[in-house]
């Protein structure tokens, strides 16, 4: 069975801090691949990155970056300097080669940037 | 660019009563999903194509029917919709072996409520 948990339901922040989302995710395989999308207020879902299970190094986009550990099972994802456009919600996903129309989702983490 | 387009946007359906929710793509892409978002929960797959004239069926299947007789539309149908099927609904698409880049291109959504 394979499970992603974002235990952080909503965080608000003031423009210009740091902050990190936790993706905490279960599965029996040793190939996977992980995935974070943003859904704005308007609604669409944009993809933001994917991480293959083989593959731990962290990335940096900007100001986003991705921690892979699996020592822990995470996928945590920073923004660095936030600003009010960032405000959405995100989702962590995962899926298997073994079943790769099955996306599973966690139920994501509304983030907040205030000005 | 159009890239994946849903309607309605929004429709209120009595117990019952049946609808389509429409789904169209115009990137040329074989695979196409059906998902829906309920509040806290993330996002779970109701049915997917990998091509025209091939469906199966998701996480959460009951309640829903599903064709695809072109490559470009993947038609939702709820029959006798119930109040447990109020959701946002959203219709993504992505090329042959779309997850393994990630790249799900979604809809929209189309905020359904059953009263």
């Known amino acids: 069975a394979q499970k992603v948990t974002q235990a952080q339901t909503e965080i608000s922040v003031v423009e210009k801090e740091d902050v990190t989302l936790d993706c905490v995710y279960e599965t029996r395989d040793t190939t996977y691949y992980l995935f974070w999308y943003k859904q704005p207020p308007s609604g669409e879902l944009v993809f933001l990155i994917r991480r293959n299970s083989f593959d731990e190094q962290n990335e940096i986009s900007g100001r986003y970056s991705w921690n892979f550990q699996k020592s822990t099972s995470s996928f945590n994802f920073t923004i660095t300097a936030s600003q009010v456009v960032d405000s959405a919600v995100y989702f962590c996903?995962?899926?298997?080669?073994?079943?790769?129309?099955?996306?599973?989702f966690g139920a994501g983490t509304r983030l907040t940037v205030k000005p | 660019n159009a890239g994946v387009t849903q309607t309605p946007k929004f429709r209120i359906l009595k117990i019952g009563q049946s609808m389509t929710l429409q789904c169209t793509q115009d990137m040329n892409h074989n695979y196409m999903y059906w998902y829906r978002q309920d509040p806290g929960m993330g996002l779970k797959l109701i049915y997917y194509s990998v091509g025209a004239g091939i469906t199966d069926k998701g996480e959460v299947p009951n309640g829903y029917n599903v064709s695809r007789s072109t490559t470009e539309d993947f038609p939702l149908r709820l029959e006798l919709a119930a109040p447990s099927q109020t959701s946002v609904y959203f219709c993504a698409s992505s090329s042959a072996q779309g997850f393994t880049t990630g790249e799900l291109f979604f809809g929209e959504g189309s905020r359904l409520t059953v009263l």
């Open positions: 996903a995962l899926t298997q080669p073994v079943n790769n129309n099955d996306m599973r």
